[in-house]
């Protein structure tokens, strides 16, 4: 990895393909936690792997490669969900009650079932809630991350999680052939 990484240094293009394709599939596994979708996840590896390439001078080799990257993946997800605030109204969500769900249906979930109730969430909601449950930013630093206030870190939180126990419950529902 030091050569491919000391090739990518030099504008290797033989070593910046052969970087990107042995870290792609893990780019792609963050970003699409915050995309909307498979396609908007793609965009924004391209565009982080893009920052990896321009600003690989500045890695240190003291600490491990794919943390650094992940840093820079992470923040050209916030990138593109700073841009989708610029196109887009904020629509007003009513609170929803928290349903009980009953633990297997957690269980029996996919993890690309998962990641689809995920990116079904608002922007808003979806950035805090990778950022605080996933990738383990604390508010003040999601707050500063993505220029909220911390009390509106801690409220998006809170509706990411009613938002996803409602989808799950009736997930649930589905599952075991229960409607109201």
């Known amino acids: 990895m030091h050569l491919l990484i000391q090739g990518c ?27 909307r979708n ?9 565009d982080g792997f893009m920052k990896v390439f321009s600003k690989i001078d500045q890695y240190n080799s003291d600490s491990p490669f794919k943390g650094w990257m992940r840093k820079i993946m992470i923040n050209a997800s ?59 930013f604390t508010h003040p630093e999601i707050g500063k991350m993505l220029k909220i206030s911390i009390g509106t870190s801690k409220s998006n939180l809170l509706k990411a999680r009613e938002n996803l126990r409602r989808m799950l419950g009736e997930m649930n529902k589905i599952s075991y052939g229960k409607t109201n």
């Open 38 to 46: 498979v396609a908007e996840a793609k965009e924004v590896v391209n």
């Open 78 to 136: 916030i990138d593109q969900y700073r841009k989708e605030l610029k196109h887009q109204h904020q629509e007003s969500l009513t609170l929803v009650q928290t349903a009980d769900t009953q633990p297997q249906a957690v269980s029996n979930l996919s993890h690309e079932e998962l990641i689809g109730l995920i990116q079904k969430l608002s922007p808003a909601y979806r950035a805090v809630f990778n950022l605080y449950v996933i990738d383990g």
């Open 9 to 35: 240094k030099r504008n290797d293009r033989d070593s910046q393909r052969l970087l990107y394709q042995h870290y792609y599939s893990y780019a792609l596994s963050i970003c699409i936690r915050y995309s």
